[in-house]
């Protein structure tokens, strides 16, 4: 995989950036993602992971709306480290391990050994 550098990452959406005192070129923080879309802090992917799955699905209740947020954030995680045990990607998203195996289930991605 090739590297991407930069004096300077701006996350799109939120703004924080990642540099270097000296002025010299940065790699793209292993945890944020540049495309297209631009360039995204890793909190921000996953705002960006959970709102599409709303944005999916707008006619919802409050409480219906909440859970799909929870299981989006899941399964963004599961995608973004699918190596990762259950109970670390859970503790990531502040979830049980229940969802996250229901999760995997859903993505047909099954748990490391
Ligand atoms: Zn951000």
Do not use: Y
């Amino acid at each position: 995989m090739s590297t991407i550098t930069a004096k300077k990452w701006t996350c799109d959406q939120c703004g924080v950036t990642v540099s270097r005192l000296g002025g010299e070129k940065v790699e793209l923080p292993e945890s944020w993602a540049t495309s297209g879309d631009g360039t995204f802090c890793l909190l921000c992917r996953r705002e960006r992971a959970a709102q599409a799955a709303l944005d999916a699905a707008p006619d919802g209740n409050l409480e219906a709306r909440a859970k799909l947020r929870r299981a989006a954030l899941v399964e963004f995680e599961i995608r973004r480290r699918p190596g990762h045990g259950n109970g670390e990607i859970a503790k990531a998203c502040r979830s049980s391990v229940a969802a996250v195996v229901a999760a995997r289930k859903r993505l047909k991605i099954p748990a490391p050994n």
